[in-house]
């Protein structure tokens, strides 16, 4: 454009928000740690406070931050600095900022694995994939898992430098409604295998017993990392978006396109466990960061045409893994570039470094650096609970406050008013003054005294 101000980039419109929010969200959170969290935390009991709190919490916070980010035309630190020049606002700012250094470096390890998978069903080797022991050996070997590890690094790094991240984002639209129908024929595959009924039951049927607290710190710190909230992502959206596009509903369509993805990865892999894992069962289901790696293989394995099933499902995955973590390090990169005045290749170089160290400790905290812990956990477990479960709870509280004490409910009303009418108000002031602020206080204390060992997880 040739005007005196260089115009801020936008979206084509509400398809273009939604789109390329929903390819922020939808990712390795949906697919990789939503269900290995609910078979965790007790299946329906979890699932049933994670669509409560993303109704309600969730939407509040998407709402809130686009809205500011249109409003201000900034990304996060510019948005807090534009309503108050108090250290908070700073804090407020970097913390947002901060938390997706902490993650995509992890984040590529979790790519890493994915590639390795993809490149395996490729040549052919899905029966290997299957058998119990090849994820640990897998992840257990130092120099195979940092390969793949670096291999997505320089993916991500390649495609942010060579600013290409549209193209990828193009390619994503074809990618995501495919991972979608290939989902829903792999869900319908496992929930009608002998023994997975079970496991239907286990996800839709709340066993209220097994709620606790922990139930709640876990879905909350799940909902963050999945709708890629608190961590200025979607400042920075809003700050793309028009003025005419509705907020409200948009923001609604990413919740439950989010949700219903996740969902359907659960449905993928939770029968799965009961159908295949035999007397493993109970023990799968607690398998953590593994479950999606050491299940899906055995459900390929015996489906027919399993290879082509996994080659283009890793593919896919491969795809919303990589838009997730683009967007990201993109963040991450115009943050070092606006507020470090870097430029973009120093920030980007910089944010590589970033991603070699963390990213490795990760993968290293699966064999050679096995026995390390910090506060009872290895590295990449703790790197997630750092972010996840501390970080993103003050970094939120940060936006309420900064609502609350600076902007005013009044500039977040108004400005989704400025497209449509904001039919939930009422719900919405509600939320950010009370719900949002009590429960933000509740979960980060709790994530706390869980880490000091005084509450168990
Ligand atoms: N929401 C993404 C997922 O669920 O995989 C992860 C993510 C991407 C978080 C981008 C934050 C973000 F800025």
């Given at each position: 454009m040739?005007?005196?101000?260089k115009?801020?980039?936008?979206?084509?419109?509400?398809?273009?928000?939604?789109?390329?929010?929903?390819?922020?969200?939808?990712?390795?959170?949906?697919?990789?740690?939503?269900?290995?969290?609910?078979?965790?935390?007790?299946?329906?009991?979890?699932?049933?406070?994670?669509?409560?709190?993303?109704?309600?919490?969730?939407?509040t916070?998407?709402?809130?931050?686009?809205?500011?980010?249109?409003?201000?035309?900034?990304?996060?630190?510019?948005?807090?600095?534009?309503?108050?020049?108090?250290?908070?606002?700073?804090?407020?700012g970097?913390?947002?900022?901060?938390?997706p250094?902490?993650?995509?470096?992890?984040?590529?390890?979790?790519?890493?694995?994915?590639?390795?998978?993809?490149?395996?069903?490729?040549?052919?080797?899905?029966?290997?994939?299957?058998?119990?022991?090849?994820?640990?050996?897998?992840?257990?070997?130092?120099?195979g898992?940092?390969?793949?590890?670096?291999?997505?690094?320089a993916?991500?790094?390649l495609?942010?430098?060579?600013?290409?991240?549209?193209?990828?984002?193009?390619?994503?639209?074809?990618?995501?409604?495919?991972?979608?129908?290939?989902?829903?024929?792999?869900?319908?595959?496992?929930?009608?295998?002998?023994?997975a009924?079970?496991?239907?039951?286990?996800?839709?049927?709340?066993?209220?017993?097994?709620?606790?607290?922990?139930?709640?710190?876990?879905?909350?710190?799940?909902?963050?990392?999945?709708?890629?909230?608190?961590?200025?992502?979607?400042?920075?959206?809003?700050?793309?978006?028009?003025?005419?596009?509705?907020?409200?509903?948009?923001?609604y369509?990413?919740?439950l396109?989010?949700?219903?993805?996740?969902?359907?990865?659960?449905?993928?892999?939770?029968?799965?466990?009961?159908?295949?894992?035999?007397?493993?069962?109970?023990?799968?289901?607690?398998?953590?960061?593994?479950l999606l790696?050491?299940?899906?293989?055995?459900?390929?394995?015996?489906?027919?045409?399993?290879?082509?099933?996994?080659?283009?499902?890793?593919?896919?995955?491969?795809?919303?893994?990589?838009?997730?973590s683009?967007?990201?390090?993109?963040?991450?990169?115009?943050?070092?570039?606006?507020?470090?005045?870097?430029?973009?290749?120093g920030?980007?170089?910089?944010?590589?470094?970033?991603?070699?160290?963390?990213?490795?400790?990760?993968?290293?905290?699966?064999?050679?650096?096995?026995?390390?812990?910090?506060v009872?956990?290895?590295?990449?477990?703790?790197?997630?609970?750092?972010?996840?479960?501390?970080?993103?709870?003050?970094?939120?509280f940060?936006t309420?406050?900064?609502?609350?004490?600076?902007?005013?409910?009044?500039?977040?009303?108004?400005?989704?008013?400025?497209?449509?009418?904001?039919?939930?108000?009422?719900?919405?002031?509600?939320?950010?003054?009370?719900?949002?602020?009590?429960?933000?206080?509740?979960?980060?204390?709790?994530?706390?005294?869980?880490?000091?060992?005084i509450?168990?997880?």
């Amino acid at each position: 454009m040739a005007s005196e101000k260089k115009e801020r980039a936008s979206f084509s419109g509400r398809l273009g928000y939604v789109l390329a929010t929903a390819g922020s969200a939808v990712g390795l959170g949906n697919i990789w740690r939503f269900p290995y969290l609910a078979a965790k935390y007790g299946g329906g009991i979890f699932i049933l406070v994670y669509i409560i709190l993303a109704a309600t919490f969730g939407y509040t916070m998407i709402v809130t931050e686009t809205a500011l980010g249109r409003k201000t035309r900034k990304s996060p630190v510019g948005a807090f600095s534009f309503f108050t020049k108090k250290k908070m606002g700073a804090v407020g700012g970097w913390m947002n900022a901060v938390i997706p250094m902490i993650i995509v470096p992890y984040y590529s390890v979790i790519g890493g694995w994915v590639l390795r998978y993809f490149v395996e069903y490729v040549r052919g080797n899905g029966a290997s994939l299957a058998e119990d022991t090849y994820f640990s050996g897998f992840i257990g070997n130092a120099a195979g898992s940092e390969i793949f590890f670096l291999i997505f690094a320089a993916l991500n790094i390649l495609v942010i430098g060579m600013g290409v991240n549209g193209g990828v984002e193009r390619v994503s639209t074809v990618m995501m409604p495919s991972l979608i129908v290939l989902a829903v024929i792999v869900a319908v595959y496992s929930v009608t295998r002998p023994g997975a009924l079970a496991g239907v039951h286990y996800i839709f049927v709340p066993d209220f017993s097994k709620f606790s607290i922990m139930t709640v710190v876990a879905a909350m710190g799940q909902m963050f990392y999945s709708l890629s909230i608190a961590m200025g992502i979607l400042y920075t959206y809003g700050s793309y978006m028009k003025d005419d596009v509705d907020v409200e509903s948009s923001s609604y369509q990413v919740v439950l396109v989010d949700s219903c993805v996740a969902i359907l990865a659960a449905l993928m892999i939770i029968p799965s466990v009961f159908a295949f894992s035999g007397a493993d069962a109970a023990q799968n289901l607690q398998a953590g960061p593994s479950l999606l790696f050491i299940t899906l293989p055995k459900v390929f394995a015996s489906m027919a045409g399993g290879r082509i099933f996994g080659i283009l499902f890793f593919l896919m995955v491969l795809f919303a893994a990589l838009t997730s973590s683009i967007s990201l390090l993109e963040t991450s990169v115009s943050t070092l570039e606006d507020e470090a005045h870097m430029n973009r290749t120093g920030a980007t170089v910089f944010m590589f470094a970033v991603m070699i160290v963390l990213g490795s400790l990760s993968s290293f905290g699966y064999n050679i650096l096995s026995g390390a812990r910090i506060v009872g956990m290895q590295f990449l477990d703790f790197f997630d609970f750092l972010s996840n479960s501390l970080m993103m709870p003050i970094s939120a509280f940060t936006t309420c406050l900064l609502v609350l004490r600076a902007a005013g409910v009044r500039v977040v009303i108004d400005e989704v008013g400025k497209s449509s009418k904001f039919r939930m108000r009422k719900m919405y002031s509600l939320s950010i003054r009370y719900f949002a602020p009590v429960l933000l206080v509740i979960i980060f204390l709790s994530s706390v005294l869980s880490a000091l060992g005084i509450i168990s997880m």
